[in-house]
């Protein structure tokens, strides 16, 4: 259990995938429907061995949390792969990384409308309480969806401001794990960073939130995720938003983050 002290926070910034919505598997089958295409071709051209996407290796290095070009280009460079970059006009049949990049959103797309968009119960009672209790908060997500996804899972309305993946390409701002889209949530919600806790699911958004310096980082993951989500920068890890608890706790020397269960670096007890 986490206890973020209301009287210490004013602001909640939110990931979007693998946080609020349980949609970060279905990026990482639609990139991995990209890349094992397009190495496949590879492999058949040069005659050397099919190597596959790794689902949950190759995903979270490379891809995980970062903007759609930057994903691209990462796993290229991983696999000595050079592919001219393009436009950002250039349409999914085109062999360019901006043409990788809109095919992977055309089968993000085709996934979605397929499956649907889960959204966890814990996720919209946290935000549901946060605004009952005067509390900002926003979604910052790298993705271009972000906003027809929380339309279609019902949430828009308990978001004060959305920063996303079209913001980052009209403002010019630079992807996690720079800090940018982070600040430029809390400055659009008024909101001092030191005051502010960041839930995030990505190494690069932990990387991100700790070099915005924000007042609290929460990272959300599973047991197999938990070091190295706190290697990079979380104060604590939690495997769902049920078990954060929003409420006026005594004077604490750590600014309002208490650990009762789970993994922390840092622990009410010491």
């Not at 990387?207 to 980082?217: E, I, N, Y």
């Not at 070091?227 to 608890?245: F, K, Q, R, T």
Request: with cysteine; net charge negative.
């Amino acid at each position: 259990m986490v206890i973020i002290d209301v009287r210490r926070f004013d602001a909640l910034i939110f990931d979007l995938d693998g946080v609020i919505t349980q949609t970060a598997s279905i990026h990482a089958r639609a990139w991995k429907r990209l890349f094992d295409d397009l190495l496949s071709r590879q492999a058949a051209q040069t005659g050397a061995a099919f190597v596959p996407f790794d689902l949950e290796n190759d995903y979270r290095r490379y891809v995980d949390g970062k903007p759609r070009i930057a994903g691209v280009t990462s796993f290229l460079a991983a696999r000595r792969i050079m592919l001219p970059i393009g436009a950002p006009e250039d349409q999914a049949d085109r062999e360019t990384i901006y043409g990788l990049a809109s095919r992977k959103d055309h089968y993000f797309t085709e996934l979605v409308r397929q499956e649907g968009v889960r959204v966890s119960a814990s996720a919209s009672s946290l935000l549901r309480e946060a605004r009952i209790r005067g509390m900002r908060t926003a979604v910052a997500s790298s993705s271009h969806h972000c906003a027809e996804l929380l339309d279609t899972a019902g949430l828009t309305s308990l978001f004060d401001t959305r920063v996303d993946g079209i913001d980052l390409d009209q403002l010019g701002l630079p992807g996690k794990p720079a800090p940018d889209m982070f600040l430029e949530a809390a400055r659009r919600l008024n909101a001092v960073p030191q005051r502010t806790a960041v839930f995030e699911d990505a190494v690069v958004g932990i990387q991100a939130a700790r070099a915005g310096d924000f007042g609290l980082v929460i990272g959300v993951g599973s047991t197999a995720r938990v070091p190295g989500l706190l290697e990079h920068g979380a104060d604590a890890v939690v495997a769902d938003l049920g078990e954060i608890h929003l409420e006026k706790y005594p004077d604490h020397p750590w600014g309002g983050l208490v650990i009762g269960v789970g993994p922390s670096k840092r622990d009410a007890s010491d």
